[in-house]
């Protein structure tokens, strides 16, 4: 339906009879909601007589199915009437062409129900169905009633939209985290629910204003029925809904560089094996916050080392900034030079043939005087000195999937005894998380000869329909420089979570947080998120098949990350509370190469 805020429904042919015109010809409303169908006391079929309406069918309405349809009745004339005014305006639908349609869902059981909306689907070839239930007190038992009706869908589940109709109730907002989850297109709102305010217009209580407010931020529209009660047309209600939009918290920096971005999965880039091209670059360097860390860490470490003793001069400090790229880590490193007073002497190590002319007229400033281009691979430089700060960017949304790891091992021959890495730790974390939305997107996915299978892959993703089940854990921890005497990269872990509600386990989150010095971090850790950073969404690692799992029900996953001479790969496994196979075995479906 585009991005339109707020509909009206009309229930009756009586009502769009008394309105259309209106409604239509002013554009008061962005879509409207009209019954299909009637059913009088026989279950006649009566159509609703389109000819007499110049409405937009295709882009400008949902197509309504009458609620008092019962397939899954246990009186077999009702099933079977109902069935056949199901069928008729099912048809209906399809040769109107109108863009949407939106049913009912009324019994806890709708196994016929499932049946014939299947049968529906495929024979017009995914034309969206939206499903209504009435939100109650007992949220677990509407989230049910609506789990069961998805989970007997064969297939086309993408194409399954959830509509909430609000009561008195307002739903908790836990309970309004498993919905958005669940792939949440609007909420339905009676006129009922409105007051007057002091002038006499419609609004809304605070708690729904709130709600609504919120939702819009997860591109949830508005759907206003029922009977102009307080006189002023329905027009006032959808005024005071764009009010509610327009008033909205306003979107955050990160929200506003990921807008169109959300839950669009990518594939994580390879930085080491494969150079990125000009515009990856021009992205990450728009970040207003990565880099101001990265200067206070060198400026905080420039004044711990460089500093002079009373008298004195102070120390010229030999940075090296490896994987430079077009230089903004360079840029971060002067600017720290020249805050703290503190010289010091700059090379750029990088590999990227198009970023190091960048790097080549970069320098031509007088700016960037004391930097020394270097054109080689990290790993292979032999340098004329030790460095004191050996300064990186290397992370990706899981800490190490971009291979930092290996990279700074293999750098840190470049730096003194006591020098000093930036960042100096990174710790990757994990969470469960249910999101239909994205288990969509995974199985949607084509497959080709690189990615055989979709499910076997760790995506990059800008979540923001995701209800984590658990806090996060922490997964796996690096440290530089690797003193160790054996250096290990691979690693593996068991996590136990509890799942704070039921739902279904679509796959895991991905987190990481990096010490660069002190108590200088970035991360993107939920409870830590660095603010206004976006150079980083989230991962996530889905499994094949989602799991239900009740509130209180232990989720148990298995974790590896695989090092081999020439590339690395992540391995994972749901072991509790039903095991599943190993995704990704043998790094077959997705690997990280070492060299280009």
């Avoid at 400008?60 to 008092?68: Q, Y």
């Avoid at 939702?215 to 029925?225: N, P, R």
């Avoid at 270097?374 to 949304?397: Q, T």
């Amino acid at each position: 339906m585009g991005d339109p805020v707020c509909g009206v429904e009309y229930k009756s042919f009586s009502h769009i009879e008394k309105d259309h015109l209106e409604i239509f010809n002013n554009q008061k409303f962005a879509f409207v909601s009209v019954p299909l169908s009637e059913k009088n006391e026989k279950y006649e079929f009566q159509p609703l007589e389109i000819y007499n309406y110049n409405f937009e069918w295709g882009t400008k309405v949902i197509g309504v199915i009458p609620d008092n349809i019962n397939v899954d009745s246990e009186d077999v004339e009702i099933h079977s009437k109902s069935v056949n005014l199901l069928k008729k305006t099912f048809k209906l639908a399809s040769y109107v062409g109108v863009n949407t349609v939106m049913l009912n869902l009324d019994n806890d059981r709708n196994t016929n129900l499932a049946r014939l909306c299947a049968y529906h689907l495929h024979e017009s070839h995914g034309r969206p169905l939206w499903i209504r239930i009435n939100v109650s007190k007992d949220s677990d038992c509407d989230w049910r009633k609506w789990n069961n009706f998805l989970s007997l869908l064969p297939e086309n589940q993408n194409k399954i939209g959830l509509v909430l109709e609000l009561s008195e109730e307002v739903p908790s907002d836990q309970d309004m985290m498993r919905w958005y989850s669940e792939v949440l297109l609007g909420l339905s709102i009676s006129t009922s629910l409105f007051v007057a305010n002091k002038g006499g217009y419609p609004v809304l209580r605070r708690e729904f204003q709130e709600l609504i407010s919120k939702s819009f931020k997860k591109k949830v529209q508005v759907i206003v029925h029922g009977e102009d009660i307080h006189g002023l047309g329905m027009d006032a209600y959808q005024k005071y809904i764009y009010h509610l939009y327009e008033n909205k918290e306003p979107s955050s920096v990160y929200e506003e560089f990921s807008r169109g971005y959300e839950e669009l999965l990518q594939i994580p880039l390879q930085p080491l094996k494969d150079n990125l091209d000009n515009s990856t670059y021009e992205i990450f360097e728009k970040d207003p916050i990565k880099y101001k860390q990265y200067e206070e860490a060198v400026y905080q470490i420039l004044l711990d080392r460089g500093s002079p003793v009373p008298g004195g001069e102070p120390t010229q400090q030999v940075v090296m900034v490896v994987g430079a790229g077009r230089g903004p880590l360079v840029r971060s490193s002067l600017n720290a030079s020249r805050r703290s007073k503190i010289p010091v002497k700059v090379y750029a190590v990088e590999k990227n043939e198009s970023a190091l002319i960048i790097l080549r007229n970069l320098v031509k400033d007088p700016f960037f005087s004391e930097v020394t281009i270097i054109d080689s691979d990290m790993r292979d430089w032999e340098p004329p000195e030790k460095a004191d700060i050996l300064v990186s960017e290397l992370l990706g949304s899981f800490s190490d999937n971009e291979l930092s790891p290996e990279c700074l091992d293999g750098a840190q021959r470049l730096m003194k005894s006591d020098g000093l890495s930036v960042p100096c730790q990174y710790t990757s974390y994990l969470a469960p998380i249910s999101s239909r939305k994205l288990y969509n997107n995974v199985a949607n996915q084509p497959s080709d000869s690189t990615h055989e299978d979709p499910f076997h892959l760790g995506y990059v993703v800008r979540m923001q329909c995701v209800n984590l089940l658990d806090k996060v854990k922490s997964c796996f921890n690096f440290h530089h420089p690797n003193k160790d005497s054996i250096i290990d990269n691979t690693r593996h872990i068991s996590l136990e979570f509890t799942s704070d509600s039921e739902s279904v386990l679509h796959g895991f989150a991905g987190y990481f947080d990096a010490q660069l010095y002190r108590d200088v971090y970035i991360s993107t850790h939920p409870d830590t998120h660095s603010q206004d950073m976006f150079s980083w969404f989230p991962m996530f690692f889905p499994i094949k098949q989602p799991q239900l799992v009740r509130q209180g029900e232990k989720i148990v996953i298995d974790f590896w990350r695989v090092v081999e001479p020439t590339k690395v790969w992540y391995e994972w496994a749901l072991s509790e509370p039903v095991p599943q196979a190993i995704h990704n075995s043998r790094g077959v479906t997705y690997w990280i190469g070492l060299f280009s």
